[in-house]
């Protein structure tokens, strides 16, 4: 399915009024998705958590359709810029869009993807994840929520998966009054389902792993830094599977450390270096990564490519100062157990850490190591992960390659 399928208005009953205050319609008129409880001068019914409503301004003039949820700091997210009723069908075209813009941005023949990412493809708390035949949905609204059956079927005819599972676990559904929860929806799930990227085979715990089970936001960035390791000992801290190592090693790694604090996430890294036929050597360490690199450190242990890739470390924009300072010490000790010459590839995923004040975290820490270093590449999430213009938080990662001297 590959044709974009274009929306059509609807024409159903008027759904209730949210008028804004003063100008706050300013923002949305720009691209941006969300209106905050603070910008609503009234709403002119009683509304339940995923209610569709229309957003009004002063003037009550539409600004847009989106679902309302009265007990959360972002009150309403718009899905359209003008009036449609929220069916199976409308979920089925917003997905098909989605799908057709992947199969264009990604090489042919790719079938591990995001292949919805919420506001970005003007369906908010909503996130599509395929694996082969086998999708990961997170519902992360009320406003999807409520819309979930339907959500189902459209991801059904859409993408025709054997299985979903529903990921239904992030913290983001606290916020919007939603329980948490993981379970299987539709078909059966044996174990870990196996995907392919760029040649490698990776084993994706798609019910139990981090995010829906793979990081697959940072493929380019993996790709497009892989030759750095070759003839070089690498070091892969917060490796998770240890994705980026089997890439390093394919290119000619000389060997690869691996660390991470699970110890489910270092057995998948096994058994997908067994997988890749990879003969490099290679050491698992079972720990902390703040811990094992000042360790390293102290050892005089040195390496070529210095990978770091860290969850989220900012939950919330009172935890942003206390993430950056995290931050500039992870890669305070990277940088000193980079060779000179070396490199390290070093990345932050929280739109809440605005890019420049994560490149001035790496400075603070290239001068706490007392290094130089030159900035090779500054590089962003993949291309089925897209920003779109007036939502600056749908771009969210950044990922920066550094020379060490």
Not at 203 to 229: H, P
Not at 270 to 278: C, D, I, M
Not at 332 to 338: D, S
Not at 362 to 382: K, N, T, Y
């Amino acid at each position: 399915m590959t044709n974009t399928i274009q929306e059509s208005p609807g024409a159903g009953p008027r759904p209730p009024r949210v008028r804004l205050k003063g100008r706050e319609d300013k923002r949305l008129r720009g691209g941006h998705l969300w209106v905050f409880s603070n910008e609503i001068r009234d709403v002119e019914a009683h509304v339940e958590p995923g209610d569709v409503v229309h957003v009004v301004d002063g003037f009550g003039r539409l600004v847009g359709t989106g679902y309302i949820n009265p007990h959360s700091l972002i009150a309403v997210r718009l899905v359209s810029r003008s009036s449609v009723e929220i069916t199976e069908d409308f979920l089925t075209r917003r997905i098909a869009n989605a799908h057709a813009h992947r199969e264009r941005a990604l090489p042919d023949g790719t079938r591990a993807c995001r292949v919805v990412y919420g506001e970005a493809d003007l369906l908010p708390g909503l996130v599509v994840d395929r694996y082969g035949d086998c999708v990961a949905v997170q519902s992360l609204t009320a406003g999807i929520e409520r819309r979930l059956d339907l959500v189902l079927a459209a991801v059904q005819r859409v993408l025709e998966p054997k299985t979903i599972v529903l990921r239904n676990d992030s913290p983001m559904r606290e916020y919007e009054g939603l329980d948490v929860e993981k379970r299987v929806a539709v078909g059966e799930l044996a174990g870990p389902v196996e995907i392919e990227q760029d040649g490698h085979v990776f084993l994706v715990d798609v019910l139990g792993g981090q995010k829906t089970g793979f990081y697959l936001d940072q493929r380019e960035n993996r790709r497009e830094t892989s030759a750095l390791g070759k003839d070089r000992d690498v070091l892969d801290c917060c490796c998770y599977t240890g994705a980026w190592s089997v890439y390093a090693a394919a290119a000619g790694a000389t060997s690869v450390t691996l660390v991470d604090s699970s110890g489910p996430a270092l057995e998948l890294a096994r058994s997908n270096w067994e997988r890749n036929g990879l003969a490099t050597p290679n050491e698992l360490v079972d720990a902390d990564a703040f811990k094992t690199l000042a360790e390293l450190g102290r050892a005089g242990r040195r390496f070529g490519l210095v990978i770091l890739d860290p969850p989220s470390l900012a939950r919330g924009r009172k935890h942003v100062r206390e993430a950056l300072k995290a931050h500039r010490t992870l890669n305070r000790l990277a940088i000193a157990v980079t060779r000179p010459g070396g490199h390290l590839v070093t990345s932050k995923c929280s739109h809440l850490i605005e890019s420049e004040a994560f490149m001035n975290s790496l400075v603070g820490a290239a001068r706490e190591a007392g290094r130089h270093a030159r900035v090779i590449a500054v590089r962003g999430q993949s291309l089925d992960h897209p920003v779109i213009l007036g939502l600056p938080e749908t771009g969210y990662l950044q990922c920066v390659v550094l020379e060490v001297i």
